[in-house]
């Protein structure tokens, strides 16, 4: 077959499925603009939610930001005028911290930074004597899908049931924290916790057989060392 021969039939065949689609678009013109449209709308939505987030995202993050600064605040020393940024007491800086905690917590719930939000509100509420509150909003941020900051607000949660007596419901915590530890509660902590709950509670048999367990296992380590001045009473 010759050159000229097999670009005439390239061409025949082109033509035949260049007819063939068009004769297909003319029948199907309505769906094809309506998929279109729905294609259209639907990557619209897309980027406009990805924009959304990171506006919201960015946002939140500022906030939150801007309320860790004010609860790092300086405490005035003796004399000191009271500039912006400096308080007069820790009571005074965890109130103000705790109004930006709130409402952070409040208008960026849904977003990763709402939820640390809800764990510094309650963390400053109970420097503050607030446990209602305090409890409220840590058990928020105990709930989120993050562990490591799930059981800071576990930890915190526990020290608020053990100082409004109780300590059972202390106890099933620091259990979970022992079963279930993260880079933020470590088995030692949550462990050291549960002993000095003991303690304080008169049931100094459990008490040593966990400070025991802790000074044994962390021979090494500061939380050892803490168990083993536990064991000779120096704390």
Same mark, same amino acid.
């Given at each position: 077959?010759?050159?000229?021969?097999?670009?005439?039939?390239?061409?025949?065949?082109?033509?035949?499925? !260049?007819? !063939?689609?068009?004769?297909?678009?003319?029948?199907?013109? &309505?769906?094809?603009?309506?998929?279109?449209?729905?294609?259209?709308?639907?990557?619209?939505?897309?980027?406009?939610?990805?924009?959304?987030?990171?506006?919201? !995202? =960015?946002?939140?993050?500022?906030?939150?930001? %801007?309320?860790?600064?004010?609860?790092?605040? =300086? *405490?005035?020393?003796?004399? @000191?005028?009271?500039?912006?940024?400096?308080?007069?007491?820790?009571?005074?800086?965890?109130?103000?911290?705790?109004?930006?905690?709130?409402?952070?917590?409040? @208008?960026?719930?849904?977003?990763?930074?709402?939820?640390?939000?809800?764990?510094?509100?309650?963390? =400053?509420?109970?420097?503050?004597?607030?446990?209602?509150?305090?409890?409220?909003?840590?058990?928020?941020?105990?709930?989120?899908?993050?562990?490591? *900051? &799930?059981?800071?607000?576990?930890? %915190?949660? $526990?020290?608020?049931?053990?100082?409004?007596?109780?300590?059972?419901?202390?106890?099933?915590?620091?259990?979970?924290?022992?079963?279930?530890?993260?880079?933020?509660? &470590?088995?030692?902590?949550?462990?050291?916790?549960?002993?000095?709950?003991?303690?304080? $509670?008169?049931?100094?048999?459990?008490?040593?057989?966990?400070?025991?367990?802790?000074?044994?296992?962390?021979?090494?380590?500061?939380?050892?060392?803490?168990? =083993? @001045?536990? *064991?000779?009473?120096?704390?």
């Amino acid at each position: 077959m010759d050159t000229q021969t097999r670009h005439a039939l390239k061409k025949d065949t082109f033509a035949q499925a !260049t007819a !063939t689609s068009v004769g297909w678009l003319s029948g199907h013109r &309505s769906s094809v603009v309506r998929w279109a449209i729905v294609a259209v709308v639907v990557i619209a939505l897309v980027v406009g939610g990805l924009i959304f987030w990171n506006v919201r !995202t =960015t946002a939140a993050d500022t906030a939150l930001g %801007a309320a860790l600064d004010t609860y790092g605040g =300086t *405490l005035a020393q003796p004399g @000191q005028p009271l500039d912006a940024g400096i308080y007069a007491t820790a009571a005074d800086r965890s109130r103000a911290a705790n109004k930006e905690f709130v409402a952070v917590a409040q @208008q960026y719930g849904w977003l990763p930074e709402g939820t640390k939000a809800h764990y510094f509100a309650g963390i =400053t509420y109970q420097e503050l004597g607030q446990t209602a509150s305090a409890e409220t909003e840590l058990k928020v941020a105990a709930g989120s899908w993050n562990h490591e *900051l &799930s059981n800071l607000a576990k930890l %915190a949660l $526990a020290g608020v049931y053990q100082q409004t007596v109780r300590n059972q419901q202390a106890i099933d915590i620091y259990n979970q924290l022992i079963a279930k530890p993260s880079e933020t509660v &470590s088995v030692n902590v949550a462990q050291l916790d549960l002993a000095d709950l003991y303690a304080a $509670a008169g049931n100094q048999a459990q008490a040593k057989a966990l400070w025991a367990k802790v000074k044994d296992g962390d021979k090494d380590g500061a939380a050892g060392n803490i168990a =083993t @001045q536990k *064991l000779a009473g120096k704390q």
